[in-house]
């Protein structure tokens, strides 16, 4: 693969956008639908329609970004995502935006940040080679990419969000649309050819299938996808009612919009710790040590946010004592999961060719991102059979299943990679 100049700084800066774009966009929708319905199946129902084509549509984009311009297929994608979301604004300009539409364009959206996400894990091995980077390297600008990730999508993001749609429906979608072309802008500067080199052509049944075999013979990469599959399941449970047990009057902490988006945006600073302290931590303890401890951290979390409300209020003498432990929580929440991430992205760049790289982050993908759909409806589902503070205990209980089966597997499964 030749690569082009300009490198690691577009990517990063193209990426920040993109992701900026992301987090008011994800954040927006779900509170635009609690202004159409309070009912926890439709309003998971966002989430799912947002997350489904990670499910559905992956493994097709994994072959795609294989055989074409990686760095192409980033620019067609924002630009897709541009256009549908100032179709969706000029809707709700003229008074019709009803829950079917947020379902059909979060659809249509996720499709296309399918593509994108995908082609844009998948080029940071080529960005870095011409950076002339070693493997240090590689891993702090995984850590760069998951920071900045983190950073855009859940910090700044729900923060303007939340301002957003108190300023209008309007004003919600506009804006990430303005910023995929400013991501478009940002990553045309970046010159030269991310294309893997194919020895000879082949089917794309042929190239699904030679991904699946090499997933499935590598050990120490198919524990990872599984695990990362529960985790999320577990969590987007969780997540797909968040904004039940926080915003509005019946609510368990009482947040407005505007507060929602400002606790989404404390949260988030937690994964910018882990992102900042991935490398090093690994350097230090391994990347076996940092990848257990993730695993058991994040069920700790979901264990603490049921005392919220129940050993001790949410509300004391007006300081909103439930929101404040719920950004700890779920800040801690964060940055486990983002340790995890940035270990898990380096050993798949580590381990896996460049010509099956797009294939094998998409199968990565489609488990642990297919699984965000199915834990949103199952939350919704069980927020609606049984209440919020069950979808918690739920969740609790599989992530601690998981680790129970996922931690001895890791001392056997990639001896060499697992080496910090």
């Not at 926890?40 to 489904?52: D, I, K, R, T």
């Not at 000029?90 to 008074?95: D, I, K, N, T, V």
């Not at 050993?347 to 998409?362: E, N, S």
């Not at 129970?404 to 056997?412: A, E, F, K």
Request: with cysteine; aromatic share 4%.
């Amino acid at each position: 693969m030749s690569t082009g100049r300009g490198g690691l700084g577009r990517l990063l800066t193209s990426s920040g956008v993109s992701n900026l774009a992301d987090g008011m966009y994800k954040t927006a929708l779900p509170l635009l639908a609690l202004q159409l319905t309070r009912s926890p199946v439709l309003v998971a129902g966002v989430a799912v329609a947002v997350n489904l084509p990670w499910l559905v549509c992956a493994l097709p984009a994994g072959v795609l970004v294989d055989r074409v311009d990686r760095r192409r297929a980033m620019l067609v994608a924002n630009a897709v995502r541009a256009a549908l979301l100032v179709v969706l604004g000029g809707a709700a300009l003229g008074g019709f935006a009803p829950i079917w539409a947020l379902y059909a364009v979060a659809l249509c959206v996720g499709t296309a940040e399918v593509v994108h996400d995908t082609s844009a894990q998948s080029v940071v091995p080529a960005v870095v080679d011409r950076a002339g980077l070693d493997r240090s390297g590689l891993d702090r600008a995984n850590s760069a990419l998951q920071g900045l990730e983190l950073a855009a999508n859940q910090f700044v993001g729900p923060a303007l969000s939340g301002l957003l749609v108190a300023a209008g429906a309007v004003a919600a979608f506009t804006a990430p649309a303005a910023l995929w072309l400013v991501a478009v802008v940002a990553l045309w500067g970046l010159r030269g050819v991310f294309r893997a080199e194919r020895a000879e052509p082949t089917s794309v049944r042929g190239d699904l299938l030679v991904g699946a075999r090499f997933l499935v013979g590598n050990r120490l990469m198919l524990t990872m996808v599984l695990s990362a599959g529960a985790v999320n399941l577990a969590l987007q449970a969780v997540w797909g009612v968040l904004p039940l047990f926080a915003v509005g009057e019946r609510s368990v902490l009482h947040l407005t919009e505007r507060g929602y988006g400002l606790l989404l945006a404390g949260t988030a600073v937690g994964g910018l710790v882990g992102a900042a302290l991935a490398p090093r931590l690994v350097a230090r303890v391994g990347a076996r040590i940092a990848l257990g401890a993730g695993l058991l951290v994040i069920p700790l979390t979901l264990f603490g946010a049921l005392l919220i409300d129940t050993a001790f209020p949410a509300v004391v003498d007006g300081v909103p004592v439930g929101a404040l432990a719920l950004v700890v929580l779920l800040a801690a929440q964060n940055a486990s999961a983002v340790v995890w991430s940035v270990v898990v992205m380096g050993l798949r760049h580590r381990v896996v060719p460049d010509a099956l790289l797009g294939r094998v982050t998409a199968a990565h993908r489609v488990v642990s991102w297919g699984a965000v759909p199915l834990g949103a409806a199952l939350g919704g589902v069980l927020g609606e059979l049984l209440g919020l503070r069950p979808v918690f205990v739920v969740a609790a209980a599989l992530l601690v299943v998981t680790a129970v089966l996922v931690l001895p597997r890791l001392r056997d499964a990639g001896q060499g990679a697992l080496v910090g």
